[in-house]
């Protein structure tokens, strides 16, 4: 996962950034339903922050496409209007591995000729490798999947370890729950991560997993043991998030979780993927981020801000999570949120 998708540069008179999303016949709402409800729903909670215009796609507009489930929908726009937006979501197609029409090529081509920035979710890096624009890159999609994609296009880095993978102007993410992550990170990008929180907590959801696909890979869903272990987790999570500014160890969040350190340790990397340590690490680094955005305090007020014991350790976890620098970071998103000539 990198960051560097390009920011937008929007003020109230700037035109509105045009979101993509393509429909077939035969597809699996998911996907579609996660962008619509992130880039399509009204945003009254953000006050008078401009947002994204949705378009929904089709090969063929007007026609009654079956989704799985047994519905219909029927998109209002065609190819043409994929090629001329600004992001364009890809969501998973069907079957996997199979042929991409090459009028879809073609619109994807356009596009990011054009500069669009380029998104798949799931299988859909079917279609972006299509183009060839993943040749030479980095990329991901469900695990399931990613053999096959690396058969069909040797020149792609398939890397199924990874929720999504940013190269920015194209962007990919594995398994459909991981199109919620990469959305995310795409208003996070665009946005600053305030604006990003604000929808992960109407999402219900959180704003950054750390932790890869590989946790899911053919792994049994743990259930709440009479113990009440998972309700123990969730306590101590909550406790921990309410404490990132100081010290905190695993014993500490044993203790908060009311068990003893060893089943802690089992339940929680059980439960989250990560282990605890690591898990409190990634939270400071999303702490961090809207103190980076704001321009105010050095970087080592922030590191200290958000409990990291050196500036040094701050700016190792924050390059291995962010892959980029706190100043890289912070120097992209001042020049965003500075105002426009002329505004």
């Given at each position: 996962m990198t960051s560097q998708a390009v920011p937008l540069h929007l003020t109230k008179s700037a035109p509105a950034h045009v979101v993509a999303v393509l429909a077939f016949d035969g597809m699996a709402p998911f996907e579609l339903g996660v962008v619509v409800e992130v880039f399509g729903l009204a945003r009254p909670e953000l006050g008078d922050l401009p947002w994204y215009e949705l378009r929904v796609c089709s090969a063929e507009p007007g026609r009654d496409l079956r989704v799985v489930g047994g519905f219909t929908l029927r998109a209002e726009h065609g190819l043409e209007a994929l090629s001329a937006a600004d992001t364009v979501i890809i969501p998973g197609v069907s079957p996997a591995g199979g042929t991409i029409a090459p009028s879809l090529v073609d619109a994807l081509l356009k596009a990011h000729a054009r500069g669009a920035r380029l998104v798949s979710i799931c299988s859909g890096a079917?279609?972006?490798?299509?183009?060839?624009?993943?040749?030479?890159?980095?990329?991901?999609?469900h695990w399931r999947y990613a053999r096959t994609l690396a058969e069909r296009h040797p020149a792609v880095e398939v890397d199924a370890d990874v929720l999504y993978v940013d190269n920015g102007d194209v962007l990919t993410?594995?398994?459909s729950a991981a199109g919620i992550d990469l959305c995310?990170?795409?208003v996070r990008a665009d946005h600053g991560a305030a604006v990003a929180n604000t929808v992960a907590r109407r999402f219900v959801v959180p704003p950054h997993r750390?932790?890869?696909?590989?946790?899911?890979?053919?792994?049994a869903v743990g259930e709440i043991g009479p113990d009440g272990a998972d309700d123990g987790i969730s306590r101590s999570m909550?406790?921990?998030l309410q404490r990132l500014y100081g010290p905190?160890?695993?014993?500490?969040?044993?203790?908060?979780?009311n068990m003893s350190e060893r089943s802690f340790l089992r339940h929680f990397t059980?439960?989250?993927?990560?282990?605890?340590i690591r898990w409190v690490v990634s939270q400071r680094i999303a702490a961090s981020l809207p103190l980076l955005e704001s321009g105010e305090g050095t970087v080592d007020e922030v590191a200290a801000?958000?409990?990291f014991d050196s500036t040094a350790t701050y700016r190792h976890h924050f390059t291995r999570q962010m892959r980029t620098t706190p100043t890289a970071y912070r120097k992209a998103f001042v020049r965003v949120t500075a105002p426009l000539a002329g505004s």
């Open positions: 079917f279609a972006l490798a299509a183009t060839g624009l993943l040749d030479g890159r980095r990329a991901t999609t993410s594995a398994g995310l990170y795409l750390e932790g890869g696909q590989a946790q899911f890979i053919e792994a909550a406790w921990a905190l160890s695993v014993p500490a969040l044993a203790r908060a979780a059980r439960r989250n993927g990560v282990s605890p801000a958000v409990g």
